[in-house]
């Protein structure tokens, strides 16, 4: 265990950082039109009814207002960005098979290693197309697909004809829209009645391209009383131009299965992340969203759950992280629509440097969601007073027969428990990012063992200042 | 050479607001020395112990603090604390989400400034626990989190024990606790003492059942941010029979 711990801390910091100066193989123009949507959609050869829906959802987009609400998308010109960029290599199954510098950029973020070691499968995603894919044969044998989108698109296209965009309609908000006419990569998965996935699928996004945006799309299927561990990473070398992420990730979960869904997401902080992401969840199944957002410019994120079916369960922990110039709007939405339905929101947040969270929630309780239960708790710790943190929960309970309880906390670093630290002999920072680190520690026990030492190290970072 | 480990020089110490709370206050204990402070609630006794650990919230307006020789008057804390000095609270912090076995295993490289090797420190932490006949869960409990005050007690002297100190300043060390808890503590500072005979402690006490089994080499009373008077054992009895009333004029 501990040798594990070291091999990783050992990394070197900017690892996030390098940019890989030319591995463009084609792209569009910047900006956003008719004629770029088809141009991707010709490309990618989509069936038809997956250049209506784009086409379709281009419009819609052109005609949805931003929002008017949460932190100021100014800096976004559209005209600017570059919606499809797809690198100079196709898709494979052997790391060997990669040019040089996309092997060692994903080699330097441990992706090949922890996929020898922990996980089922993994997925590598490089600005707009998946260049990686591979699987476990066991998991092969079973049943389970997991694959890129483009390729679920092509083999199973009766399923995700069935499921794609149907729990995110473009007509959501203005990001989906966007998302729905020029999305492009991300990860299919099927997991088939009762089979149990032990070790996690991983896919990992990297946006290299200064002025691009990544629209990946993810849809998890889990058939009834299957279970699966699906863990998402994302980061992107830090350029001076606005980059733009408006992912979609939309879950499935049938009668019993359990999907846990955990994300660790660096991105540069030049980056707009505005991602969506929901999970409808049938009778006795459960999600559970584990969420730690550190980078980005500016963070909209809100992972929501439809819990339809009687008995089913959402679990959200989430922890975000912002320094100077970063304002990260984070939190979490669930849908109580049957009975016996439960949930638990938990969330932390750090701000530094007059950095900026807001935890921003919603909590519905359908009439019909009678004896349905639901717990929220958020915490803000501000390490300094110029630094911000806002929460802004709503809960809309429609029955009397729910069971609502909502805590939140506000504070500052505690001085006396910085100056207990010290007493001991450690720094203060050293103190510092003790206590940060036991402040997040219901999140970080969430995690498996690496990722938990990643987010460790992360918070680390952003301590000493030195990530951005 | 000199066998003085803290050496307090006409110190004037102040609260952010200006309010004086140490006011010409002289002290020196000696390698192996035990010496005890008493006086009544106000006096200054606890603001002493936080002035040598370098508590932010305390101004040393005259006066220095010397640690075998070197004036440490403006040092942070951790830097003291990597001398030496260890500071056993009145009210420990509770700090969540942190065990105590990675708190400790931070303090240890800290203090002794270098990394810790794991077997040795595992074996270590099992056997003070022993020691203190606190079950071996503590050691994955979070840092005071939740502790009676009993536990939070025997956390401090864990603590000291783990960290090898070379003068431990005991605030109250004994306040609060049950009989059974008061020896257990006192166990623990015995054996403190007996690591090394070289150690020193500094205790503030009100309690006779604490002091009355330790070799204390002087007993001092503190009364409005002074010391009046330096004594032997005996004054222990003398101030649990007759309280600080003599000295109040000092």
């Known amino acids: 265990m501990e040798k594990k711990k070291t091999k990783i801390e050992e990394f070197e910091r900017n690892i996030y950082d390098i940019y890989d100066s030319d591995n463009i193989g084609y792209q569009v123009k910047q900006g956003l039109t008719e004629d770029i949507v088809a141009e991707i959609s010709k490309n990618k050869k989509d069936p038809a009814w997956m250049r209506d829906l784009r086409m379709k959802s281009l419009k819609i987009y052109n005609e949805t207002e931003l929002p008017n609400w949460g932190p100021s998308l100014h800096e976004l010109n559209m005209d600017n960005i570059v919606t499809y960029v797809r690198p100079g290599t196709s898709m494979t199954d052997d790391w060997k098979e990669l040019p040089d510098d996309i092997r060692t950029t994903f080699e330097r973020l441990g992706i090949p290693e922890a996929e020898w070691k922990s996980l089922s499968g993994v997925g590598a995603q490089y600005d707009s197309e998946v260049v990686y894919h591979s699987m476990r044969e066991q998991l092969l044998e079973q049943g389970v697909i997991y694959t890129d989108m483009e390729t679920a698109l092509r083999e199973y296209e009766d399923i995700v004809k069935e499921y794609f965009m149907k729990l995110l309609p473009a007509t959501e908000h203005k990001f989906m829209a966007l998302h729905g006419a020029v999305w492009s990569g991300g990860s299919f998965v099927y997991v088939p009645e009762g089979v149990k996935v032990s070790m996690p699928l991983q896919s990992y996004f990297r946006l290299n391209a200064p002025g691009a945006g990544q629209f990946e799309h993810t849809l998890i299927i889990c058939e009834k009383n299957s279970s699966l561990h699906f863990i998402e990473g994302c980061s992107a070398p830090r350029h001076n131009t606005i980059n733009l992420h408006a992912g979609g990730v939309e879950l499935y979960i049938k009668e019993g299965a359990t999907l846990r869904y955990s994300t660790i997401e660096n991105w540069s902080k030049n980056m707009l992340n505005l991602n969506t992401k929901r999970a409808l969840v049938e009778k006795d199944g459960k999600i559970e969203w584990v969420s730690g957002t550190f980078g980005s410019h500016i963070t909209m994120l809100y992972p929501m759950s439809i819990l339809k079916g009687e008995n089913a369960k959402s679990e959200y922990t989430g922890v975000s992280f912002a320094s100077s110039n970063q304002y990260l709007d984070t939190g979490s939405k669930v849908v109580h629509a049957a009975p016996n339905t439960s949930s638990t929101v938990s969330s932390k947040s750090i701000s530094k440097n007059g950095g900026n969270t807001t935890y921003r929630s919603s909590v519905t309780i359908m009439p019909q969601a009678k004896n349905s239960k639901c717990s929220v708790i958020c915490e803000s710790l501000m390490m300094d007073d110029i630094s911000r943190s806002d929460t802004i929960p709503v809960m809309d309970v429609r029955n009397d027969k729910a069971d609502i309880g909502h805590e939140a906390k506000i504070g500052r670093i505690s001085e006396k428990s910085i100056y207990y630290l010290m007493t001991r002999g450690l720094s203060e920072e050293e103190a510092k990012a003790l206590i940060v680190r036991g402040f997040v520690e219901p999140v970080t026990k969430e995690l498996p063992l690496e990722y938990a030492v990643e987010m460790n190290r992360l918070i680390g970072l952003e301590l000493e200042g030195s990530i951005g | ?250």
């Open chain 2, 1 to 250: 050479m000199d066998q003085t480990l803290l050496n307090i020089n006409n110190l004037y110490a102040t609260l952010e607001s200006g309010k004086e709370i140490i006011c010409g206050l002289d002290l020196k204990v000696g390698q192996g020395e035990i010496h005890v402070i008493m006086g009544p609630n106000g006096a200054g006794k606890s603001t002493l112990a936080n002035v040598i650990m370098g508590h932010p919230d305390y101004f040393v307006k005259d006066g220095n603090i010397y640690w075998q020789g070197e004036d440490i008057t403006d040092l942070a804390s951790n830097e003291r604390a990597k001398k030496g000095i260890f500071l056993s609270f009145q009210t420990p912090e509770e700090i969540d989400g942190i065990t105590m076995r990675d708190f400790l295993k931070s303090a240890k490289a800290a203090t002794c400034g270098k990394p810790v090797p794991m077997l040795a420190f595992r074996k270590e932490l099992e056997e003070t626990l022993n020691l203190l006949q606190m079950d071996k869960a503590y050691a994955d409990r979070y840092v005071n989190f939740g502790f009676s005050g009993g536990e939070k007690k025997k956390s401090e002297i864990l603590q000291l024990l783990m960290l090898d100190a070379k003068l431990a300043i005991l605030d109250e060390t004994d306040s609060g606790l049950d009989v059974d808890a008061v020896k257990t503590v006192k166990e623990g500072i015995i054996h403190y003492r007996n690591q090394d005979e070289t150690h020193s402690l500094l205790i503030i006490s009100h309690s006779t059942k604490l002091l009355k089994d330790l070799p204390v080499d002087y007993v001092h009373v503190l009364v409005n941010g002074k010391i009046v008077f330096t004594g032997g054992k005996e004054l222990i009895q003398k101030i649990d029979r007759e309280g600080f009333a003599d000295f109040l004029s000092m």
